[in-house]
């Protein structure tokens, strides 16, 4: 079962907005709209960032959105700040009722 | 508050077993689908296997189906996951996961709660 395609890693200055993707297959991103996005901190569990694409969990910066488009889903940050420095992953719903990761991307603020 | 405290890693010789436990308290847990995460050292998730909230619906991951078994207990509100057959490509940190719940409907699909993780090392 192969993880959903994330780059590696991103980067961006303070202020800046970023978008990371997440390319999956016509089984998993392409048929549902059950995506979710994680943010992990070093040596701390991940904490959810969106779901169903584009919803943001109570408490979570409006700074982070996300969308879908085919295949491919996103997350952009907006107003890039030293605390957004952190590991994301993407996640989706697979065919035969599985769950998917991306590989995960590194942001770094410069 | 939310807690979600994992408990029974620890190092174990390859081909042997281990049961995993997760004990939640702050919601209701009999209402979330429940699942076990995993991350192997310096590398990215992966879930391993979820229950819906009766125990009537049970996936798992491909690799590890046939050696692990996932089971909750709602009476003590505690999630559990027993591993047999242990290979050295088991060695993470496993995390309890449950699903989210929002307007009154419960998603399998979203890993709101987390725990800290408890590591399972495989090694001779």
């Known amino acids: 079962q192969s993880a959903l395609t994330q780059p590696a890693s991103v980067s961006g200055s303070p202020g800046q907005s970023i978008t990371i993707s997440c390319t999956g297959t016509?089984?998993?991103?392409?048929?549902?709209?059950?995506v979710s996005w994680y943010q992990q901190h070093p040596g701390k569990a991940p904490k959810l960032m969106i779901y169903?694409?584009?919803d943001r969990p109570s408490g979570v910066s409006n700074r982070f959105s996300g969308s879908k488009s085919g295949n491919t889903a996103s997350l952009t940050i907006s107003g890039l700040q030293a605390e957004d420095e952190a590991d994301y992953y993407c996640?989706?719903?697979?065919?035969?009722?599985?769950?998917?990761f991306g590989g995960g991307t590194k942001v770094t603020v410069l | 508050e939310v807690q979600l405290v994992e408990s029974g890693g620890t190092l174990v010789q390859p081909g042997g077993s281990l049961r995993l436990s997760c004990a939640a308290s702050?919601?209701?847990?009999?209402?979330?689908?429940m699942s076990w995460v995993r991350q192997a050292p310096g590398k990215g998730l992966e879930w391993v296997a979820n229950?819906?909230?009766?125990?009537?619906?049970?996936y798992y991951v491909d690799s590890v189906k046939g050696r692990f078994t996932i089971l909750r207990d709602n009476a003590k509100t505690s999630l559990y996951l027993q591993m047999n057959s242990l290979r050295a490509e088991d060695t993470a940190v496993y995390y309890c996961?449950?699903?989210?719940?929002?307007?009154?409907?419960?998603?399998?699909?979203?890993?709101?709660?987390w725990g800290r993780g408890t590591l399972v090392t495989v090694s001779s």
């Open positions: 996961a449950s699903g989210r719940c929002a307007n009154g409907v419960c998603y399998r699909s979203y890993f709101d709660y």
């Open positions: 702050g919601f209701t847990f009999s209402d979330y689908w």
């Open positions: 016509s089984s998993d991103v392409g048929a549902y709209n059950y």
């Open positions: 996640s989706s719903y697979r065919n035969s009722n599985t769950q998917v």
């Open positions: 229950i819906k909230r009766d125990g009537t619906e049970i």
């Open positions: 169903e694409v584009s």
